[in-house]
């Protein structure tokens, strides 16, 4: 069974740096085929993918973000960790980490989600 | 805005089929797989219908997908009252090299 669930902080003041984990269960992301993204939903609002980090190191960013975002991974730990600089409210959202493989593509399953406020 | 195009609503009532539609352009569903999720209020997100047509184990038959040109449709039939919640497509975008979501649609039963 394949469980991830996200970590950090749920108050971050604008400018600052946001720093979240994603720590999972039941995949390795050694093996060939697998990855874990990031995807954000703002209060009431859709959903939007942030960046994802295969097996091979690969790392697609979103590019509306993408000089804002590092994604690292630690296959000893079973975490991916997540960074956003220069946070602003417009960014408070709901972050969720998800399982992704080439047997289907699709983000599957999903963490819980964390939220986190962006506010002075 | 959002790449991909879905109603902000939709409804019926119990045991009716309705239709949720995803439009999308050539970079993004006209040529890659269709994804469709299922967000329940106060709940992550579920994966309802991976490449296109095909569902998860666990996921009743009563949802389908299709997809035809640059478009997609999510159908729902023998509607149930736990089926109200929030829809979302979802694909791979040539262009912007990363997936991409839709608006999401939310379903009401009435």
């Known amino acids: 069974q394949i469980t991830l669930k996200e970590s950090g902080p749920t108050l971050v003041k604008p400018t600052q740096t946001l720093t979240l984990t994603c720590t999972f269960s039941?995949?390795?992301?050694?093996?060939?085929?697998?990855?874990v993204g990031w995807i954000r939903q703002p209060p009431g609002k859709a959903l939007e993918w942030l960046a994802l980090i295969y097996w091979n190191d690969d790392k697609p960013y979103s590019p509306s973000l993408k000089s804002r975002l590092t994604i690292t991974k630690d296959t000893s730990k079973n975490q991916v960790v997540l960074t956003m600089t220069n946070m602003d409210p417009v960014d408070t959202a709901t972050y969720y980490c998800?399982?992704?493989?080439?047997?289907?593509?699709?983000?599957?399953?999903w963490g819980q989600g964390t939220l986190v406020t962006v506010s002075s | 805005q959002s790449v991909l195009t879905q109603p902000p609503s939709a409804s019926g009532t119990p045991g009716q089929r309705v239709t949720i539609s995803c439009s999308g352009s050539s970079s993004n569903i006209g040529s890659n797989y269709v994804y469709w999720y299922q967000q329940l209020p106060g709940t992550a997100p579920k994966l309802l219908i991976y490449r296109n047509n095909q569902r998860p184990s666990g996921v009743p038959d009563r949802f389908s997908g299709s997809k035809s040109g640059t478009s997609a449709s999510l159908a729902i039939s023998g509607l149930r009252s736990e089926d109200e919640a929030d829809y979302y497509c979802a694909t791979w975008d040539d262009s912007l090299s990363g997936p991409v979501f839709g608006g999401g649609t939310k379903l009401t039963v009435l």
């Open positions: 998800a399982h992704i493989s080439s047997s289907s593509w699709a983000f599957d399953p």
């Open positions: 039941g995949f390795s992301l050694s093996t060939s085929g697998v990855g």
